[in-house]
Nanobody
Framework: QVQLVETGGGLVQTGGSLRLSCAVSGRPSSNGGMGWFRQAPGKEREKVAAISGGGGTTYYSPFVRGRFTISRDNAKNTVYLQMNNLKPEDTAIYYC?????????WGQGAQVTVSS
């Protein structure tokens, strides 16, 4: 059974940093690809970053490239999202999921709020 649990959200000021963690139980995808997604109030959920099973290939949304870093520790079954230079428009609930995402894997997410 797959379970994804996001932690590390919080309230920060503009320019601050947070690191999200996603604890992975089970095998969400056959190729191991994972992603971070976010949904802001009144907006559709969007993909923020993704990483291949081995960690060698990454993808970033143009809105976060250069500020966010996705990584994984397969020994710990954990995927991370380091978020630097946060902006108010980064305020959202952040979710991890397989890449591409599967409906049945959406969890509670982690709230990130960036104050101006």
């Amino acid at each position: 059974q797959v379970q994804l649990v996001e932690t590390g959200g919080g309230l920060v000021q503009t320019g601050g940093s947070l690191r999200l963690s996603c604890a992975v139980s089970g095998r969400p995808s056959s190729n191991g690809g994972m992603g971070w997604f976010r949904q802001a109030p009144g907006k559709e959920r969007e993909k923020v970053a993704a990483i291949s099973g081995g960690g060698g290939t990454t993808y970033y949304s143009p809105f976060v490239r250069g500020r966010f870093t996705i990584s994984r520790d397969n020994a710990k079954n954990t995927v991370y999202l380091q978020m630097n230079n946060l902006k108010p428009e980064d305020t959202a609930i952040y979710y991890c999921n397989s890449n591409p995402p599967r409906r049945e894997y959406w969890g509670q997410g982690a709230q990130v709020t960036v104050s101006s």
